[in-house]
């Protein structure tokens, strides 16, 4: 599967944002995925997952618990991260990730996902 993201840029403490993930190559039904960042001099970090086949089935770091939420299309083989409530350490390079084989306890660990798209700068400024 091939991933693209798209919808990162520069805005305000406080303002929204959706990211998009489109996929090719596969449908995203049968793939848990997901979204990571990463910011200067720091590792790349969790930041959200949806399971397979299942909208409902989703998993958010703490720090962004009520602020961010993720969801898919399988009409629109895409996975959307709507980002509220940003705050400057929201900072980073947003890369959506796909796996057939993570389990649930595993979403957290970026390495169990062999497919990456090539990530979206989101800036918010204090």
């Known amino acids: 599967v091939q991933l693209q993201a798209s919808g990162g840029g520069l805005v305000q403490t406080g303002d929204s944002l959706r990211l998009s993930c489109v996929a090719s190559?596969?449908?995203?039904?049968?793939?848990?995925m997901a979204w990571f960042r990463q910011a200067p001099g720091k590792e790349r970090e969790f930041v959200a997952a949806?399971?397979?086949?299942?909208?409902?089935?989703?998993n958010l770091a703490d720090s962004v618990k009520g602020r961010f939420t993720i969801s898919k299309s399988n009409a629109k083989n895409t996975v959307y991260l709507q980002m509220n409530s940003l705050k400057p350490e929201d900072t980073a390079v947003y890369y959506c990730?796909?796996?057939?084989?993570?389990?649930?306890?595993?979403?957290?660990?970026?390495?169990?996902?062999?497919?990456w798209g090539q990530g979206t700068q989101v800036t918010v400024s204090s």
């Open positions: 190559g596969s449908t995203v039904g049968g793939y848990v």
């Open positions: 990730a796909a796996s057939s084989t993570v389990i649930y306890s595993e979403h957290r660990n970026a390495p169990r996902y062999p497919y």
């Open positions: 949806i399971n397979r086949w299942s909208s409902s089935s989703t």
